[in-house]
């Protein structure tokens, strides 16, 4: 059986992670072991430089563990070949970035057919029809045509949503998304996770707004590169940093 037939579409295992440092290293991850449900929200927590970020990057495949395993869709990522994994991830992991990341040259319609054109998924006029479609769902289909330079923040973190989205990805994973956005979009934003969480879609989320943090059911909080907690609270007993 399957680690997407028990349910788990993400099993990180005994994962490290060191980077060299001066003539030494430092090691980030310490040991981190956890599963995420299909489905399921959960949001990543602690103080900054403790590892939350690193440990995204391993989920995603960006990055490799130095020791342990990384499971997601019953593939165990961190054994691809690059050009493997970079046409897996494509297809299958949404990623939303803090700094929206939008390509500048590009209207917001063109950066949400981007990633289904990379992929070769869907016929070019279904991408377009895609695109703008997403983006009427997060609410600024009025927006396509523009430049991101020509909209806000927030209307570029929906923009960014969108394409995340643009290849029906199973996974979705979101590095401080609300992190340059004030508390309304900041809500906006989150209010769409929700959704997204509704319709199926599995999402981890690091954050460090506790407000936000709150609503979320499940809470992992790393602290020094460890899971010091891992608990079904809705966030409620996260105090912040």
Same mark, same amino acid.
């Given at each position: 059986?399957?680690?997407?037939?028990?349910?788990?579409?993400?099993? @990180?295992?005994?994962?490290?992670?060191?980077?060299?440092?001066?003539?030494?290293?430092?090691?980030?991850?310490?040991?981190?072991? %956890?599963?995420?449900?299909?489905?399921?929200?959960?949001?990543?927590?602690?103080?900054?430089?403790?590892?939350?970020?690193?440990?995204?990057?391993?989920?995603?495949?960006?990055?490799?563990?130095?020791?342990?395993?990384?499971?997601?869709?019953?593939? *165990?990522?961190?054994?691809?070949?690059?050009?493997?994994?970079?046409?897996?991830?494509?297809?299958?992991?949404?990623?939303?970035?803090?700094?929206?990341?939008?390509?500048?040259?590009?209207?917001?319609?063109?950066?949400?057919?981007?990633?289904?054109?990379?992929?070769?998924?869907? $016929?070019?006029?279904?991408?377009?029809?895609?695109?703008?479609?997403? *983006?009427?769902?997060?609410?600024?289909?009025?927006?396509?045509?523009? *430049?991101?330079?020509?909209?806000?923040?927030?209307?570029?973190?929906?923009?960014?949503?969108?394409?995340? *989205?643009?290849?029906?990805? =199973?996974?979705?994973?979101?590095?401080?998304?609300?992190?340059?956005?004030?508390? $309304?979009?900041?809500? =906006? @934003?989150?209010?769409? %996770?929700?959704?997204? @969480?509704?319709?199926?879609?599995?999402?981890?989320?690091?954050?460090? =707004?506790?407000?936000?943090?709150? $609503?979320?059911?499940?809470?992992?909080?790393?602290?020094?590169?460890?899971?010091?907690?891992?608990? %079904?609270?809705?966030?409620?007993?996260?105090?912040?940093?």
């Amino acid at each position: 059986m399957t680690e997407i037939e028990n349910g788990h579409l993400v099993r @990180v295992i005994d994962v490290f992670k060191s980077f060299p440092l001066g003539g030494g290293e430092i090691t980030v991850l310490k040991g981190i072991s %956890f599963e995420v449900k299909t489905g399921e929200f959960v949001s990543i927590v602690g103080p900054s430089g403790n590892g939350k970020s690193t440990l995204l990057n391993m989920i995603t495949g960006i990055d490799r563990p130095t020791g342990g395993e990384v499971i997601v869709n019953s593939l *165990l990522i961190n054994k691809m070949s690059e050009n493997k994994l970079a046409a897996w991830r494509g297809q299958h992991v949404g990623i939303i970035f803090q700094f929206f990341q939008m390509l500048p040259a590009l209207s917001l319609l063109q950066n949400v057919m981007l990633p289904m054109d990379f992929a070769k998924k869907y $016929r070019p006029r279904e991408r377009r029809e895609r695109a703008m479609e997403l *983006l009427e769902t997060v609410g600024i289909g009025d927006q396509a045509n523009k *430049l991101p330079s020509m909209v806000s923040g927030g209307e570029q973190q929906r923009a960014a949503i969108a394409r995340s *989205l643009a290849n029906d990805p =199973d996974l979705i994973v979101a590095d401080e998304p609300t992190g340059n956005l004030d508390t $309304r979009n900041a809500n =906006d @934003v989150f209010d769409l %996770f929700i959704g997204l @969480v509704k319709k199926g879609k599995t999402l981890i989320m690091v954050t460090h =707004d506790k407000e936000l943090a709150r $609503r979320v059911p499940r809470v992992v909080e790393i602290i020094d590169g460890r899971i010091t907690r891992d608990e %079904f609270v809705g966030g409620a007993n996260w105090t912040g940093y």
